[in-house]
């Protein structure tokens, strides 16, 4: 039966802890968020083995891999969100933040961290990822009608120093 009780609702906080370029984040929060809120999105890449006796329809099928994405839409565009969400840029005086690498750019060992997912109802549990990165289309909309918002991506890819199972990140009570 159903337990209207477990219906949750509200709105969360995200923290960015990690070494970016030369700067070093404990606990960064990433500010107000857009009443579209944050979303994480968890996917199974699974591999699919047909056989005669089964037709088109698959015998077995194998995990190939999980990812995850976090998409935050920041309505607090600050220094620091800035250059957090643009990948290799440059932090320099009064402010300025130069931005666009080369190809090759080693984004995994230079311009990741951990995201912490905390509902401001503490009854409600937490999610924790490991290696987050900032990649993917980034937008700011400029207009008379609305906030400007900084929407961000992020891309979540397995820690393979941690246990199988364990790699991604993890949710718990709070």
């Known amino acids: 039966m159903a337990n209207t009780n477990n219906i949750q609702l509200g709105p969360a906080t995200v923290a960015f802890s990690g070494t970016i370029g030369s700067i070093a984040y404990t606990s960064l929060d990433l500010g107000a968020f857009t009443t579209d809120g944050v979303v994480v999105s968890i996917t199974d890449d699974v591999v699919e083995v047909a056989t005669d006796q089964t037709g088109t329809a698959p015998a077995r099928i194998f995990l190939g891999g999980q990812t995850a994405t976090v998409t935050t839409p920041m309505s607090e565009e600050v220094f620091d969100q800035t250059y957090l969400s ?10 300025r933040i130069d931005f666009g690498r080369s190809a090759g750019y080693d984004v995994g060992t230079n311009w990741s961290g951990q995201l912490t997912i905390t509902p401001t109802d503490a009854t409600r549990d937490k999610w924790v990822f490991y290696k987050c990165h900032p990649i993917g289309e980034k937008s700011f909309n400029y207009n008379s009608t609305s906030e400007t ?26």
């Open 86 to 95: 643009l990948v290799g840029s440059v932090s320099g005086t009064d402010n």
């Open 149 to 174: 918002v900084l929407n961000v991506e992020w891309r979540i890819t397995p820690d393979t120093s941690l246990d199988d199972g364990k790699r991604l990140g993890y949710r718990s009570s709070q």
